[in-house]
């Protein structure tokens, strides 16, 4: 892509955890304001990797650690509900509800149902890996 620019591991992580910062000072996320850094570099470590993985890429675009910081806000708001996932049932005497609801990551990270929604944005930046069969 044309002026895309593109980052080393090293700085994509701290990229992507710096606007998670900014993002959570202006979306009030996290305990009295206050996140965690050692929560919130793993997650970016592990959404840099993924990236580089999916799209055969030894670089990581700039663009995509504004996807990577809002994912990571995302998961750091539901985290903060204690670990309780969404509402799957509900029970009363004999009447039961049920709701589809997506599976959450047992890794504690991005969540495929997540990772899906951006891989329109993550395929403008992949590489074509070709194989002589």
């Given amino acids: ?17 710096r606007q998670a ?7 009030s996320v996290g305990s009295d304001g206050v996140i965690d850094h050692t929560e919130l570099e793993l997650f970016a ?4 990797l993924d990236v580089m993985d999916y799209c055969h890429r030894n670089d990581f ?3 995509l650690a504004y996807t990577g910081a809002e994912l990571a806000i995302k998961y750091i708001a539901d985290s903060a509900s204690n670990g309780q996932g969404p509402l799957k049932s509900l ?3 004999d009447v039961e509800f049920e709701w589809a609801v997506g599976e959450v ?3 504690g990270c991005i969540s495929e149902h997540d990772f899906n929604s951006i891989r329109p ?3 403008l930046y992949r590489k074509v890996v070709w194989s002589n069969g």
């Avoid at 910062?21 to 979306?27: M, T």
């Avoid at 470590?45 to 840099?48: L, N």
Wanted: a negative charge; hydrophobic letters at 40%.
């Fill in 1 to 17: 892509m044309g002026n895309v620019q593109y980052m080393e591991f090293d700085t994509a992580v701290q990229e992507v955890v």
């Fill in 61 to 63: 675009p700039r663009t």
């Fill in 21 to 27: 910062e900014r993002l959570a000072v202006i979306k």
């Fill in 105 to 107: 990551s047992p890794i």
């Fill in 121 to 123: 944005k993550l395929n």
């Fill in 91 to 93: 029970k009363e005497d």
């Fill in 45 to 48: 470590e592990k959404f840099v």
